[in-house]
């Protein structure tokens, strides 16, 4: 016999970064930043209808109870330090609407335009950025690939010269056991010395070839270091924006003035400071990086308690998809924010105050109070009772546009889409980035502006 075979060196296999084609996690990760400029606009442009519709709730709310402090029975410094509360609320609504403001006008465009000055399409489709990093790595794994498809038709052409080894052995022991004539049994003796021949020559090339591959070993290591270090430093460059940009959220969103919304933004302060690119990128290679085990190829023998021919897997087929389709965005409406200690009753028409002249006695005072208790709604702030009523209709236009990505409308206003298909805009951009459309089945609705692109 040439070599025992060792089944548990057959299928090696693993999800090691040295793989051939497994490169291809860290070339979607450029592809994933861009994605990601996308989904933390699309949060802060949420925020901002919030903070918008926040500040519009405060302001109706501090009119309203004005005008109620006022007609009430309510008098002197206690109805002073009463109104007060509607001055504040007055003030606090400013402030949000400078929140909402530096939201969209600072940091949106800060995000929009180093997504912009980072990440360039593709007139084919991609980034030329994910073409750099797949051409890179391919360039630097392609001799240590070629040369490991060789290394498996040797071993291959090896394993089964010793199967046919021992299936000539086996023959001539059963010939000899049956007393077969001489010249049978000289004719089995000439096919397993053959077949030992074969075995030798076979494990020979297997050997050099394996051989050859570890010299080349050190050199692809270091190609395919070198490339990927080059990316490493493009994700560091994004991790560090991505926390600076936090960072400047979260101080245009810090309005708090006591000890409890103090400890909710220093705790959010904590947390975005703790961000560690250094610890990021450590984590990455070791999970997968160079600093992943492999199980390099290593010389295997034949074992005969299992004929059947294995081979190891000469390329991990890993391919992914790099132009995934982008995940939906929620388009939420604002929802009512609840504000502590009021209690609205009655419809939901806000109440219309009665004109009054100054012979108007105490008691119809403290009835216009208890009118105005039972039927108004302070969360109302117009005559349909919808504080988050959308804004002026844009004017009318006719364009053409193709979706770049799926839509899934999350409203009944909304339209739903798939990236490719054409519809038609209707309106022009609010200044929240979003768009009037009319489907080719004649329906309406709103969509994400920058989720399309016009057709030339």
């Not at 939201?103 to 335009?113: A, F, H, V």
């Not at 560091?236 to 309005?255: A, C, G, S």
């Amino acid at each position: 016999m040439s070599g025992a075979y060792d089944e548990s060196m057959i299928d090696v296999s693993s999800d090691s970064f040295w793989e051939v084609s497994n490169y291809k996690r860290t070339v979607k990760r450029v592809e994933d930043g861009s994605r990601l400029c996308t989904d933390l606009m699309n949060c802060l442009h949420e925020r901002a209808r919030i903070e918008k519709a926040y500040a519009q709730q405060l302001t109706e709310w501090g009119k309203r109870w004005r005008q109620l402090t006022e007609k009430g029975p309510q008098y002197g410094t206690l109805e002073r330090a009463w109104s007060a509360l509607c001055t504040e609320a007055e003030k606090v609504s400013e402030l949000h609407m400078e929140v909402k403001a530096a939201l969209m006008g600072e940091d949106y465009e800060k995000l929009k335009n180093w997504q912009r000055d980072s990440y360039h399409k593709q007139m084919i489709g991609g980034f030329k950025e994910t073409k750099e990093a797949e051409d890179g790595f391919r360039k630097a794994q392609k001799p240590w690939a070629k040369k490991l498809k060789e290394v498996e038709t040797m071993k291959k052409a090896y394993h089964n010269a010793c199967k046919e080894e021992k299936l000539a052995a086996s023959r001539e022991t059963n010939s000899k056991l049956e007393n077969s004539n001489p010249e049978a049994q000289k004719k089995l003796q000439e096919k397993v010395e053959k077949c030992q021949q074969e075995a030798q020559k076979t494990k020979e090339r297997y050997e050099k070839s394996l051989e050859e591959l570890n010299k080349l070993t050190p050199q692809y290591m270091e190609n395919m270091e070198q490339v990927f270090e080059q990316w490493q430093q493009f994700e560091d460059k994004r991790i560090r924006f991505f926390r600076e940009v936090l960072l400047e959220v979260k101080q245009h969103l810090d309005l708090s003035a006591n000890h409890r919304f103090q400890t909710i933004y220093h705790t959010l302060e904590d947390t975005i400071s703790a961000t560690d690119a250094e610890e990021d990128l450590k984590w990455f290679r070791s999970n997968h990086g160079p600093g992943m085990p492999m199980n390099w190829p290593q010389f295997e023998n034949l074992d005969w308690s299992n004929h059947r021919s294995s081979k190891r897997w000469s390329i991990v087929d890993c391919s992914m998809d790099l132009n995934r389709t982008l995940s939906r965005r929620e388009k939420k409406k604002p929802e009512g924010v609840t504000l502590t200690g009021i209690s609205p009753a009655g419809s939901d028409q806000p109440a219309q105050p009665a004109k009054t002249s100054s012979s108007v006695s105490s008691t119809e005072k403290t009835q216009d109070w208890a009118d105005e208790d039972t039927g108004g709604n302070p969360f109302s702030t117009n005559g349909n009772g919808n504080p988050f009523e959308e804004e002026p209709a844009s004017p009318v236009t006719s364009v053409p546009v193709r979706a770049l990505y799926d839509y899934e409308g999350q409203e009944q206003d909304e339209l739903s889409f798939k990236a490719g298909d054409e519809f038609t805009k209707i309106g022009e951009e609010d200044d929240q980035g979003w768009c009037k459309g009319r489907l080719k089945d004649g329906q309406e609705g709103l969509y994400p502006a920058n989720y399309v692109e016009p057709i030339q």
